[in-house]
């Protein structure tokens, strides 16, 4: 098997297992929070409760659920893209997993849209009232943020040109 089939492999197994998960604690939350008192972890600060999500956070673009297909597809085609042109070795690991971050999480709030209507939130921070969310969503903010420091302090502009959608001459896409 050759390294390029390899890395895909490996990306979608570890979108695999960190969908389930995804949907495994979303499956913990439908059976032990839906129709409960809130669960308080710590006082005034976090709690887990259960809230069925038909928009995005802090229930913004309720009911648009084609428009977060359409973002979730942008989103996995970009991810691709990269994973294809991404260049093999070490150095590039960690663009690696963002994008499997990115992608688990999309495809895991992605399943919940298209199998329910909503997405399942339970993660509450009470104490910052931030809006409530799950682990897909942990994974697209974690990823996204190491996304952002990777592409501007970490890769060199060179590094980063195998991404490009710019031709040189004689090389096609």
Same mark, same amino acid.
């Given at each position: 098997m050759n390294c390029k089939w390899k890395q895909f492999a490996g990306f979608f197994l570890s979108c695999a297992v960190l969908i389930g998960l995804d949907q495994w604690t979303k499956a913990l939350a439908v059976g032990h929070l839906k129709g409960q008192n809130p669960m308080v972890l710590l006082e005034g600060?976090?709690?887990l409760t259960y809230l069925e999500n038909r928009g995005a956070a802090f229930g913004m673009l309720q009911g648009r659920q084609g428009f977060f297909f359409l973002i979730a597809a942008v989103v996995? !085609?970009?991810a691709l893209f990269a994973l294809w042109r991404m260049p093999a070795g070490k150095r590039?690991?960690?663009l690696y997993f963002s994008a499997i971050g990115?992608?688990?999480g999309a495809?895991?709030?992605m399943i919940d849209r298209t199998v329910q209507g909503y997405v399942v939130d339970f993660f509450y921070f009470r104490l910052i009232n931030f809006p409530v969310f799950n682990v897909a969503d942990c994974y697209v903010t974690v990823a996204a943020? !190491?996304?952002v420091f990777l592409l501007?302090?970490?890769y060199k502009e060179s590094e980063l040109e195998p991404f490009s959608l710019k031709r040189k001459k004689g090389e096609s896409l």
């Amino acid at each position: 098997m050759n390294c390029k089939w390899k890395q895909f492999a490996g990306f979608f197994l570890s979108c695999a297992v960190l969908i389930g998960l995804d949907q495994w604690t979303k499956a913990l939350a439908v059976g032990h929070l839906k129709g409960q008192n809130p669960m308080v972890l710590l006082e005034g600060v976090f709690e887990l409760t259960y809230l069925e999500n038909r928009g995005a956070a802090f229930g913004m673009l309720q009911g648009r659920q084609g428009f977060f297909f359409l973002i979730a597809a942008v989103v996995i !085609a970009a991810a691709l893209f990269a994973l294809w042109r991404m260049p093999a070795g070490k150095r590039f690991l960690p663009l690696y997993f963002s994008a499997i971050g990115v992608v688990a999480g999309a495809v895991g709030n992605m399943i919940d849209r298209t199998v329910q209507g909503y997405v399942v939130d339970f993660f509450y921070f009470r104490l910052i009232n931030f809006p409530v969310f799950n682990v897909a969503d942990c994974y697209v903010t974690v990823a996204a943020a !190491a996304l952002v420091f990777l592409l501007l302090f970490y890769y060199k502009e060179s590094e980063l040109e195998p991404f490009s959608l710019k031709r040189k001459k004689g090389e096609s896409l």
